[in-house]
Nanobody
Framework: QVQLVESGGGLVQPGGSLRLSCRAS????????MNWYRQAPGKERELVAG????????NYADSVKGRFTISRDNAKNMVYLQMNSLKPEDTGMYYC?????????WGQGTQVTVSS
């Protein structure tokens, strides 16, 4: 059974940090590129960060460059998103995504709220 389970979300003040984790199971994790998406209320889901299956290449949305870092541990079937200098506009539901060609798998999401 394919599963992506996110954790680490919560309420944080502007300027604070959070580390999101995503645990994968039920598929060959090391064969998939992994992504983090987010969706704010009333807005479309957007790509925040991505990492290739080996971890050799990463990409980021312009809005998070220099503040967020995506990483993965293929031995543990885990992907992470370190989020620093958080802003209120980073608020949203964050989703873990596994992608291989036409195959796309999603987790249930973890809520991140940045507010004073």
């Amino acid at each position: 059974q394919v599963q992506l389970v996110e954790s680490g979300g919560g309420l944080v003040q502007p300027g604070g940090s959070l580390r999101l984790s995503c645990r994968a199971s039920g598929f060959t994790f090391s064969g998939y590129a992994m992504n983090w998406y987010r969706q704010a209320p009333g807005k479309e889901r957007e790509l925040v960060a991505g990492i290739t299956n080996t971890g050799g290449i990463t990409n980021y949305a312009d809005s998070v460059k220099g503040r967020f870092t995506i990483s993965r541990d293929n031995a543990k079937n885990m992907v992470y998103l370190q989020m620093n200098s958080l802003k209120p506009e980073d608020t949203g539901m964050y989703y873990c995504n596994a992608k291989l060609l036409y195959i796309s798998k999603w987790g249930q999401g973890t809520q991140v709220t940045v507010s004073s």
